[in-house]
């Protein structure tokens, strides 16, 4: 019987962070630190031609301004991975030249001795151009839009264009999402010390061994002599994957003042800072049969890029796997604007690309005269369609009927306008969430003691999701301890080497890594405790036996044990110290794994003012073995409520007459709030998957968000009759 997994349990970190206790990157005390502060252009593509620093240097408390004249160069651009899993670094350095790829990009770096000084110093600072013509419209540059070099282009599958025209029923629409932003709460921010060639560095960072690789490229020294550390982050959601351009600052500017040095990025530069998910236009052709059978699928995908590197987010990736259909087409290009580069923001690709296929699904479900849910279950994919792969483990026809009763969907109405609450027109919509079931190459170590305590260490992140609590119980449980016996180390490059914390691997990682470990543990006093004659555990093989409230017992009768203390003791050791590295299977080679869920939506908007309320919302999700069900359903409901900011409110506004982002603050940018915010219900449907891992465990975060914009789309088409393709859908899109 499971001691903690699946069970709930509350936040070890949790007192640590109510209490301040918790240190985030910015907030660690150094001596003698200055502090800098980034001075960013006002054009968004040419070249300075004069930058005048002399007022700036002569203000109070200044130190140094560093521009392109005075910076030094960084290493090679492109370093080379250090694992298979990491791609080549190619990320944006600054002021190293003149020129100017992107609008609010950072010129200059003024450090004084406190942050207010350096603020004031950076207003100083006096820049001229030569600007010329930009291109910051997608639209415009969707003409050049091409397959990044290092991708081969799509194939189709089958004869989607004679498909297409022979299709009895057919739907074609463009679909289009705007820039999104991250906005985490905790600002990006560094602090940088250099001791002799030894580089040490605090950071808000997903990927601790990547930034590691970053920086030791950038400043031509081994890996071994940069230490990075990052015990807590104050969200992410992707924009931390990617080393940005404020970490190789603040450790140049330590390293030329001899001195630590501190930068935060303000909230109006991280939307240049970080990357976005990328403006999207998608046009998309479904065909069917007039019973509701796809023939015909036709995703056609541009993004934007920057013109400082090729970024592609998948778009249409899920697409060839959510429905069996015998013909598709889905390929994803990309176009150059000068902007900032794109980056993974949560579900990357697969919220944008769902967004299309669900609402495109809906439409023709319309078309058809057949039920919204009814459309999807008969093209329900029971084997991978891109693969032919049968899947690992699929609940999604559970997450379907399960949805649909809590819902009550029997009641709905399908004529649009049909439905009312008083004056409010009500809408119920649904849609298919997915997203990948990943596993990366994890190491974990366990110091077993003998004292009945262990200390767990791997060099992974917490964004938030509740991992420092989750490799604890996965720990506990397996070490047969209790959960404050144990103590969990992450974010720190001294510890065994992780994956970044993106994707929805973590637990499916680093969990395994902790597994492995601590069974290595357990067939270890094995071997020890059988050196006795007596030993009631002498037939026993270590999958037969577990580690339970300080003893080593057989599986199938737990009155044949060893004390472990006792074991330990005839040993001579205090501690036994176990690393182990965890890989996916050679089995998981021969299934496809996906995780699946389903939304269902009701919408309630006012015919006059055109005000959407989402009222309601059932979120059914299939994604393996859950492990902490309050983290689980917290998880969900995030991402739910970043699907209504997706749906109703989230845009970045650019003045493309000046390439220059218009609302860079969380005034103007606008998320959504308590008030915003109805009634949620998140419910799973374990799966008893035995192929992805040895927790059978697949991963949640981006999955929550995947079907939800499409969702509320839905109902808003049939509360309203209005087909809203662009996001958000704001009133005057409606009126």
């Given at each position: 019987?499971?001691?903690?997994?699946?069970?709930?349990?509350?936040?070890?970190?949790?007192?640590?962070?109510?209490?301040?206790?918790?240190?985030?990157?910015?907030?660690?005390?150094?001596?003698?630190?200055?502090?800098?502060?980034?001075?960013?252009?006002?054009?968004?593509?040419?070249?300075?031609?004069?930058?005048?620093?002399?007022?700036?240097?002569?203000?109070?408390?200044?130190?140094?301004?560093?521009?392109?004249?005075?910076?030094?160069?960084?290493?090679?651009?492109?370093?080379?991975?250090?694992?298979?899993?990491?791609?080549?670094?190619?990320?944006?350095?600054?002021?190293?030249?003149?020129?100017?790829?992107?609008?609010?990009?950072?010129?200059?770096?003024?450090?004084?001795?406190?942050?207010?000084?350096?603020?004031?110093?950076?207003?100083?600072?006096?820049?001229?151009?030569?600007?010329?013509?930009?291109?910051?419209?997608?639209?415009?540059?969707?003409?050049?839009?091409?397959?990044?070099?290092?991708?081969?282009?799509?194939?189709?599958?089958?004869?989607?264009?004679?498909?297409?025209?022979?299709?009895?029923?057919?739907?074609?629409?463009?679909?289009?999402?705007?820039?999104?932003?991250?906005?985490?709460?905790?600002?990006?921010?560094?602090?940088?010390?250099?001791?002799?060639?030894?580089?040490?560095?605090?950071?808000?960072?997903?990927?601790?061994?990547?930034?590691?690789?970053?920086?030791?490229?950038?400043?031509?020294?081994?890996?071994?002599?940069?230490?990075?550390?990052?015990?807590?982050?104050?969200?992410?959601?992707?924009?931390?994957?990617?080393?940005?351009?404020?970490?190789?600052?603040?450790?140049?500017?330590?390293?030329?003042?001899?001195?630590?040095?501190?930068?935060?990025?303000?909230?109006?530069?991280?939307?240049?800072?970080?990357?976005?998910?990328?403006?999207?236009?998608?046009?998309?052709?479904?065909?069917?049969?007039?019973?509701?059978?796809?023939?015909?699928?036709?995703?056609?995908?541009?993004?934007?890029?920057?013109?400082?590197?090729?970024f592609m987010d998948d778009t249409t990736?899920?697409?060839?796997?959510?429905?069996?259909?015998?013909?598709?087409?889905?390929?994803?290009?990309?176009?150059?604007?000068?902007?900032?580069?794109?980056?993974?923001?949560?579900?990357?690709?697969?919220?944008?690309?769902?967004?299309?296929?669900?609402?495109?699904?809906?439409?023709?479900?319309?078309?058809?005269?057949?039920?919204?849910?009814?459309?999807?279950?008969?093209?329900?994919?029971?084997?991978?369609?891109?693969?032919?792969?049968?899947?690992?483990?699929?609940?999604l026809r559970e997450c379907y009927r399960?949805?649909?009763?809590?819902?009550?969907?029997?009641?709905?109405?399908?004529?649009?306008?049909?439905?009312?609450?008083?004056?409010?027109?009500?809408?119920?919509?649904?849609?298919?969430?997915?997203?990948?079931?990943?596993?990366?190459?994890?190491?974990?170590?366990?110091?077993?003691?003998?004292?009945?305590?262990?200390?767990?260490?791997?060099?992974?992140?917490?964004?938030?999701?509740?991992?420092?609590?989750?490799?604890?119980?996965?720990?506990?449980?397996?070490?047969?301890?209790?959960?404050?016996?144990?103590?969990?180390?992450?974010?720190?490059?001294?510890?065994?080497?992780?994956?970044?914390?993106?994707?929805?691997?973590?637990?499916?990682?680093?969990?395994?890594?902790?597994?492995?470990?601590?069974?290595?543990?357990?067939?270890?006093?094995?071997?020890?405790?059988?050196?006795?004659?007596?030993?009631?555990?002498?037939?026993?093989?270590?999958?037969?036996?577990?580690?339970?409230?300080?003893?080593?017992?057989?599986?199938?009768?737990?009155?044949?044990?060893?004390?472990?203390?006792?074991?330990?003791?005839?040993?001579?050791?205090?501690?036994?110290?176990?690393?182990?590295?965890?890989?996916?299977?050679?089995?998981?080679?021969k299934y496809a794994s996906l995780v699946?869920?389903?939304?269902?939506?009701?919408?309630?908007?006012?015919?006059?003012?055109?005000?959407?309320?989402?009222?309601?919302?059932?979120?059914?999700?299939?994604?393996?073995?859950?492990?902490?069900?309050?983290?689980?359903?917290?998880?969900?409901?995030?991402?739910?409520?970043?699907?209504?900011?997706?749906?109703?409110?989230?845009?970045?506004?650019?003045?493309?007459?000046?390439?220059?982002?218009?609302?860079?603050?969380?005034?103007?940018?606008?998320?959504?709030?308590?008030?915003?915010?109805?009634?949620?219900?998140?419910?799973?449907?374990?799966?008893?998957?035995?192929?992805?891992?040895?927790?059978?465990?697949?991963?949640?975060?981006?999955?929550?968000?995947?079907?939800?914009?499409?969702?509320?789309?839905?109902?808003?088409?049939?509360?309203?009759?209005?087909?809203?393709?662009?996001?958000?859908?704001?009133?005057?899109?409606?009126?």
């Amino acid at each position: 019987m499971a001691r903690y997994i699946g069970k709930e349990m509350s936040r070890v970190d949790g007192v640590a962070k109510v209490t301040g206790k918790a240190k985030y990157a910015a907030e660690f005390k150094v001596p003698n630190l200055a502090y800098g502060f980034i001075v960013t252009s006002s054009i968004a593509k040419g070249a300075i031609k004069t930058i005048d620093t002399s007022e700036a240097e002569s203000a109070p408390g200044a130190i140094r301004v560093f521009t392109h004249l005075n910076t030094p160069k960084f290493g090679p651009k492109a370093s080379t991975p250090t694992t298979a899993t990491e791609e080549p670094d190619k990320s944006f350095r600054a002021l190293q030249s003149d020129r100017i790829y992107f609008n609010m990009q950072p010129i200059a770096l003024v450090v004084a001795e406190t942050y207010e000084q350096a603020r004031y110093a950076a207003r100083l600072v006096k820049v001229t151009y030569n600007a010329e013509q930009h291109v910051t419209d997608t639209e415009a540059a969707r003409t050049s839009a091409r397959v990044p070099s290092q991708r081969q282009p799509e194939k189709p599958r089958g004869n989607p264009d004679r498909a297409m025209r022979n299709a009895p029923v057919k739907i074609e629409a463009e679909y289009r999402i705007p820039i999104h932003h991250h906005n985490p709460m905790e600002p990006h921010g560094a602090i940088a010390f250099w001791e002799g060639d030894t580089l040490s560095i605090f950071d808000k960072t997903q990927n601790i061994f990547g930034l590691r690789t970053h920086l030791a490229s950038s400043f031509g020294i081994a890996q071994e002599n940069v230490s990075v550390v990052s015990p807590f982050v104050g969200g992410a959601f992707g924009s931390s994957l990617k080393p940005n351009y404020y970490p190789a600052l603040t450790v140049m500017a330590a390293r030329e003042l001899k001195r630590p040095v501190k930068v935060v990025y303000t909230r109006t530069q991280m939307y240049t800072g970080h990357g976005y998910r990328p403006d999207t236009i998608q046009k998309i052709a479904l065909g069917a049969e007039r019973s509701g059978k796809l023939t015909a699928m036709i995703h056609d995908v541009v993004h934007n890029t920057s013109s400082l590197e090729e970024f592609m987010d998948d778009t249409t990736a899920f697409t060839r796997q959510v429905y069996a259909c015998p013909n598709l087409f889905a390929p994803t290009k990309i176009t150059n604007t000068d902007l900032s580069t794109p980056t993974w923001m949560r579900a990357p690709g697969a919220v944008s690309g769902m967004f299309a296929l669900e609402c495109a699904m809906d439409e023709l479900a319309y078309a058809l005269k057949i039920d919204p849910l009814e459309l999807r279950l008969i093209n329900y994919a029971e084997t991978d369609p891109e693969s032919g792969k049968p899947w690992s483990s699929k609940a999604l026809r559970e997450c379907y009927r399960l949805g649909a009763e809590k819902f009550g969907w029997k009641n709905r109405n399908p004529e649009p306008r049909s439905m009312r609450d008083g004056q409010w027109l009500v809408g119920w919509g649904m849609a298919t969430g997915v997203w990948g079931a990943m596993q990366m190459p994890a190491t974990a170590r366990i110091t077993f003691r003998a004292d009945g305590t262990a200390q767990v260490a791997s060099a992974t992140s917490d964004i938030g999701p509740g991992t420092y609590t989750v490799m604890t119980m996965i720990a506990a449980e397996f070490l047969g301890l209790k959960a404050d016996q144990v103590k969990f180390e992450l974010g720190d490059s001294k510890l065994p080497r992780a994956p970044s914390q993106g994707g929805s691997w973590t637990t499916a990682s680093v969990g395994s890594a902790i597994h492995g470990a601590a069974l290595a543990i357990g067939e270890k006093l094995l071997a020890l405790a059988n050196r006795d004659a007596n030993s009631p555990l002498k037939a026993a093989i270590a999958s037969d036996v577990e580690m339970l409230d300080g003893r080593l017992r057989l599986k199938s009768d737990s009155s044949r044990f060893v004390s472990i203390a006792d074991v330990m003791k005839r040993n001579n050791l205090t501690e036994i110290v176990e690393t182990f590295e965890s890989k996916p299977s050679k089995e998981r080679e021969k299934y496809a794994s996906l995780v699946h869920g389903a939304q269902f939506i009701e919408v309630k908007v006012h015919p006059d003012t055109a005000v959407v309320r989402v009222t309601r919302t059932i979120e059914v999700s299939a994604c393996g073995k859950i492990m902490n069900p309050m983290a689980s359903h917290s998880q969900e409901i995030g991402a739910i409520i970043m699907g209504i900011g997706m749906a109703l409110q989230e845009a970045t506004e650019i003045d493309h007459r000046f390439g220059r982002i218009m609302n860079p603050n969380l005034q103007h940018y606008h998320v959504p709030v308590n008030a915003d915010v109805h009634e949620i219900e998140t419910i799973f449907v374990e799966e008893n998957d035995t192929v992805v891992n040895p927790l059978g465990v697949k991963g949640m975060g981006e999955l929550g968000l995947v079907g939800i914009p499409a969702a509320i789309a839905n109902a808003v088409f049939h509360a309203t009759g209005k087909r809203i393709r662009e996001l958000p859908i704001t009133p005057d899109k409606l009126l």
